[in-house]
Structure formats: C-alpha cells, structure tokens
C-alpha cells in the first residue's frame, strides 16, 4: 500500500508570497496519478492539479505542479487571501485503489 | 452543470444501518466511474468505495469491507451507498465524486453521526 506523507502540517504566509506543499509517496509513482485538491472551510473538496503538472479547468495559474517518482510539489505563486485551505495530494494505484495525504493547512497572515 | 448531490444521511445508533444516495445531473452519468469518500470531523479524506461505469465492478476501503455495499442504477443516474453494522468511527461527512484516476468533481456531502 502507497502511503503519502505531506509536509508541512501548516504553512503561514503573507499575501504575495510563495506557497510550496511537498508530498512524498513511501515508493515510486507514476505522475500519470499523482492528484492535487483544495478544501476551504466548510466546503467540499475541488480538483485543483491532475497528472501531477495538469491545472484542472477554471484553475488560476498561479497554482502549479510539479515533481515524479516519490517526490511532488504544489506551488502557489503568490497567495491571495482566498488560498486558505487545506490542500491534499491524492493517488491512484492498486490496493486501495485511491490514497490521499493528511493534507497541509495554509494559512493566510 | 456538472451536479452531484447526495442525501441520506442522519444520526444512526452503532450497529444501524442507513442507505446513501447519490443522484447525478448534467454529464453522461453511465460513462463515469462513481466513489464515495468520506471526512471525519475535523480530519482528512478517506476513500471509501467506488462502483465503475456499468456496476460491473466495485471496491472498497478495507474498514467497510463487508458492511458497505455500492450500486447504481442508470435509470435515476443515482449511486448508493448501504451501510450496515455502522459504527462511532464511521461518522463523517460522505462525498461521491467521480472519476478513474482522479475525481473531477465533487457533492456538498452529507453527514452521518453514529451514536447512541
């Protein structure tokens, strides 16, 4: 079973800043499967980045993707205060099919 | 406009049952794959079950194997999600969302609490 583990916890920024989330699966991947998802308060989780590098649509470019093999990267370009959530990096493979991380909470300064 | 929108959910005492629906709208619902995931208060997301495109083929979570059974019927464009021998940590809001590889698009939720 393919565990994702994302770092960090939280992440506290300044509007106009850069975000950087990390996630690290616990053996390679293919970014073909690699997901990104950004939940706001109270509200259902939203497709932000697929194929690991993939902006889903209506999403801003300010939010990219990058990275293969066990490590990948969500990048926020420069924040805006609407960025607050928790964002969660997902997986699909075999047994269990779909895995997610724990997320990372960005919070806006 | 793409829609998913579940109902069904409540307060159920430990051992209960209770049925989800999931009913679709503005997509060709019989070329999609349907999942349910769920979020316990104050956690992150869990994957929970997922029916394929013509109910051929399902598969669960190894925590409700053998209590959750997902089915859909292509007549109404609804997914369901029966739940027996539910327990305090089944409690969580439960999504379906859609997709092979990834889930595109998502419900509001509804919130199952089980206790006594």
């Known amino acids: 079973e393919i565990v994702l583990t994302q770092s960090p916890g939280t992440l506290s920024l300044s509007p106009g800043e850069r975000a950087t989330l990390s996630c690290r699966a616990s053996q390679s991947v293919s970014s073909s499967f690699l997901a990104w998802y950004q939940q706001k308060p109270g509200q259902a989780p939203r497709l932000l980045i697929f194929a690991a590098s993939t902006r889903a649509t209506g999403i801003p470019d300010r939010f990219s993707g990058s990275g293969s093999g066990t490590d990948f990267t969500l990048t926020i370009s420069r924040l805006e205060p609407e960025d607050l959530a928790v964002y969660y990096c997902?997986?699909?493979?075999?047994?269990?099919?779909?895995?997610f991380g724990q997320g990372t909470k960005v919070e806006i300064k | 406009e793409v829609q998913l929108v579940e109902s069904g959910g409540g307060l159920v005492q430990p051992g209960g049952s209770l049925r989800l629906s999931c009913a679709a709208s503005g997509f060709t619902f019989n070329t999609y794959w349907i999942h349910w995931v769920r979020q316990a208060p104050g956690k992150g997301l869990v994957w929970v079950s997922h029916?394929?495109?013509?109910?051929?083929?399902?598969s669960y979570a190894d925590s409700v194997k053998g209590r959750f059974t997902i089915s859909r019927d292509t007549a109404k464009n609804t997914v369901f999600l029966q739940m027996s021998s539910l327990r305090p940590e089944d409690t969580a809001i439960y999504y379906c969302t859609r997709g092979v590889n990834y889930f595109d698009a998502w419900g509001q939720g509804t919130l199952v609490t089980v206790s006594s």
């Open positions: 029916v394929n495109s013509d109910g051929s083929s399902t």
């Open positions: 997902q997986h699909y493979g075999s047994s269990p099919g779909w895995t």
